[in-house]
């Protein structure tokens, strides 16, 4: 297990076992000698009350509700300036702020205004004698069909050669009804199938430095400027007629996927349908520290503030 320093020098450690959910991994603070629980808690609701913005692109944000009931969150953002020539972006994401026994509750609904689809869920439980932070961190695996979805097939499909196609977000799916989707289209070319956009989005993937396997798949490295590498694979099921994209993240083995991705075409008009969905799973290795970390950063500002 490997613990990492918050700029307040609190050290978290990686992948200890949960005692909030028994069976699951959680990230674990060192002990907290500067304050007490009941004073972390206020922190955490002045940190819910005043956040500072998580992106360049938020343009507005609100906060309703009560501490009794939970206080919801809403936030606006917009891409603009040259980012808006590579992806559109302009959408509200909802989360939610409770407290339930002696844990402090992150709940992240997407862009779902009727908070009712829970997307991911980040949990704090206060452990005492000394106080320690136990955070579990989990992805529920919910079918992503929004804004920032969007933005990612519209690239892709213009990258593939679909010029100034555009994409809606949660729409209702055409092909299986009750679901939500990416739509993007009309599709120029009527006879368009999805063998045929699996001939399109290869034929990028290889140019883009792709390397074909014996299944037909398409394995890419992603090298990254700033963080590690990150690897994925396209490839086409004929079973589903949906071309398919698998990001397996850092992983160099191609052994875990983090997400799926499937791209279909659709009639009446033409169009392009796709959705992903991520793997069901609890975070708590490195990248799950370092958002722990940030956000405890700042609500140990708010609370100084």
Avoid at 14 to 30: H, Q, Y
Avoid at 94 to 105: H, I, P, R, T, W
Avoid at 160 to 186: H, L, R, W, Y
Avoid at 279 to 287: E, L, M, P, T
């Amino acid at each position: 297990m490997l613990s990492w320093l918050t700029g307040s020098s609190l050290a978290f450690t990686e992948d200890c076992n949960s005692t909030a959910k028994p069976g699951k991994k959680c990230i674990l603070s060192d002990p907290i000698e500067d304050c007490t629980a009941e004073e972390f808690v206020e922190m955490f609701w002045k940190w819910v009350e005043s956040k500072p913005p998580i992106s360049s692109y938020q343009t507005d944000r609100k906060v309703t509700g009560t501490k009794a009931d939970g206080m919801l969150e809403s936030v606006d953002i917009e891409v603009s300036g040259l980012a808006s020539l590579l992806v559109t972006l302009k959408a509200t994401f909802y989360n939610k702020y409770l407290v339930e026994g002696d844990q402090l509750l992150i709940q992240q609904y997407m862009t779902d205004s009727s908070y009712k689809v829970l997307s991911n869920q980040t949990s704090i439980k206060l452990l005492k004698d000394p106080l320690r932070l136990e955070v579990v961190s989990e992805d529920f695996g919910t079918r992503k069909h929004g804004a920032l979805l969007k933005g990612i097939i519209e690239g892709a499909l213009i990258g593939a050669g679909f010029e100034g196609i555009k994409a809606e977000a949660d729409v209702d799916s055409p092909s299986e009804p009750g679901q939500k989707s990416i739509i993007a289209g009309p599709v120029e070319d009527a006879s368009m199938t999805s063998e045929g956009l699996w001939e399109k989005m290869k034929a990028k993937r290889l140019e883009d430095g792709g390397e074909p396997q014996a299944d037909g798949s398409i394995k890419k490295e992603d090298a990254g400027w700033i963080a590690n590498s990150t690897y994925s694979s396209l490839k086409f099921d004929k079973d589903l007629g949906c071309v398919i994209n698998l990001d397996f993240g850092e992983d160099s083995t191609y052994s875990n996927v983090n997400a799926t991705t499937y791209m279909k075409v659709i009639n009446g008009p033409v169009r392009v349908e796709a959705w992903t969905v991520p793997r069901a799973r609890v975070d708590s290795g490195k990248a799950a520290v370092d958002g722990t970390v940030k956000m405890y950063g700042e609500i140990r500002d708010a609370g100084s503030a």
